[in-house]
């Protein structure tokens, strides 16, 4: 299956708010309340954000956010601090123990 | 503390072997599936391989089938990755990271081991 499809980067100064996308198809997020938002900081492993579309791992600040609506899903940050920034990859669940991931937005904090 | 040390990694030539281990330690290894997930360089994340906590039960993306082989060996709370024939584009860090959910979402990761194929 393809990548999903998420922008390359986006970026917003401390306090806004950002949002990153998700694009999948029927066959993927639309298909599975089962997206997943990774974080991974340069040469660190990937750490969970949300799972389940919109659920929070205990950690996880509540400025994190996710969604879904039809084939797209979003993470959404608010209040952005200097330390969010990192690169974001989302990952849903394609049916048959197969699992499709985004290409990775770079969030940069101005 | 859930800790996933990943080792193995080095330098191979195209068509070559290679074994990768995953030391768990921090949680009861044995009732939980795994991942094997691959990051090549300046690119995005991949799942190679799964497979579930009695490893009975194995899952390959398809351009590994038949030539990657997921095993545990949960006496020794160890994920292991026996990787062959291997290619340029195998070329990448790999993350063994700890399954979580009806998804198998990866709740914990490795800090990974880099697999370079080159002649």
């Known amino acids: 299956q393809s990548a999903l499809t998420q922008p390359r980067s986006v970026s917003g100064s401390p306090g806004q708010s950002v949002t990153i996308s998700c694009t999948g198809t029927?066959?993927?997020?639309?298909?599975?309340?089962?997206v997943s938002w990774y974080q991974q900081h340069p040469g660190k492993a990937p750490k969970l954000m949300i799972y389940d579309v919109s659920k929070r791992p205990s950690g996880v600040p509540d400025r994190f956010s996710g969604s879904k609506s039809g084939n797209t899903a979003s993470l959404t940050i608010s209040g952005l601090q200097a330390e969010d920034e990192a690169d974001y990859y989302c990952?849903?669940?394609?049916?048959?123990?197969?699992?499709?991931f985004g290409g990775g937005t770079k969030l940069t904090v101005l | 503390e859930v800790q996933l040390v990943e080792s193995g990694g080095g330098l191979v030539q195209p068509g070559g072997s290679l074994r990768l281990s995953c030391a768990a330690s921090?949680?009861?290894?044995?009732?939980?599936?795994m991942h094997w997930a691959r990051q090549a360089p300046g690119r995005g994340l991949e799942y190679v391989s799964a497979i579930n906590s009695n490893g009975d039960s194995t899952y390959y993306t398809n351009s590994v089938k038949g030539r990657f082989t997921i095993s545990r060996d949960n006496s020794k709370n160890t994920l292991y990755l026996q990787m062959g024939s291997l290619r340029a584009e195998d070329m990448a860090v790999y993350y063994c990271a700890r399954v979580r959910g009806s998804a198998w979402y990866s709740d914990y990761w490795g800090q990974g081991t880099l697999v370079t194929v080159s002649s």
């Open positions: 029927s066959s993927d997020v639309g298909s599975y309340n089962y």
């Open positions: 921090g949680f009861t290894f044995s009732n939980y599936a």
């Open positions: 990952c849903s669940y394609a049916g048959s123990y197969t699992w499709v």
